[in-house]
Nanobody, 115 residues
Framework: QVQLVESGGGLVQPGGSLRLSCAAS????????MGWYRQAPGKQREWVAH???????AYADSVKGRFTISRDNAKNTVYLQMNSLKPEDTAVYYC?????????WGQGTQVTVSS
């Protein structure tokens, strides 16, 4: 059974940083691209970034230059380093494969950027 568990969210001031983690079951991690997604209040969930099994990355324009996605294959974990955070980054952040699979969505982790 696939399980994705996100952690690392919290409350941070504008301009601050957070690092999110997503622990994934081994069966999907080694062969799939992994992505981070987010859903702000009243908005649809959107793609933020992804990283392929070979390490290639891609980012949404809204986070390019501020967020960095990485993966540790030995730990079956994908990370999202978020710097220069803005209030508009406030959302619940989720990880999933890329493209996403509906059955894989976890609880997410809340990120709130506010002074």
């Amino acid at each position: 059974q696939v399980q994705l568990v996100e952690s690392g969210g919290g409350l941070v001031q504008p301009g601050g940083s957070l690092r999110l983690s997503c622990a994934a079951s081994g069966r999907i991690f080694s062969i799939n691209a992994m992505g981070w997604y987010r859903q702000a209040p009243g908005k649809q969930r959107e793609w933020v970034a992804h990283i392929t099994s070979g390490g290639r990355t891609a980012y949404a324009d809204s986070v390019k230059g501020r967020f960095t996605i990485s993966r540790d294959n030995a730990k079956n974990t994908v990370y999202l380093q978020m710097n220069s955070l803005k209030p508009e980054d406030t959302a619940v952040y989720y990880c999933n494969t890329r493209p996403s699979v509906s059955n894989y969505w976890g609880q997410g982790t809340q990120v709130t950027v506010s002074s």
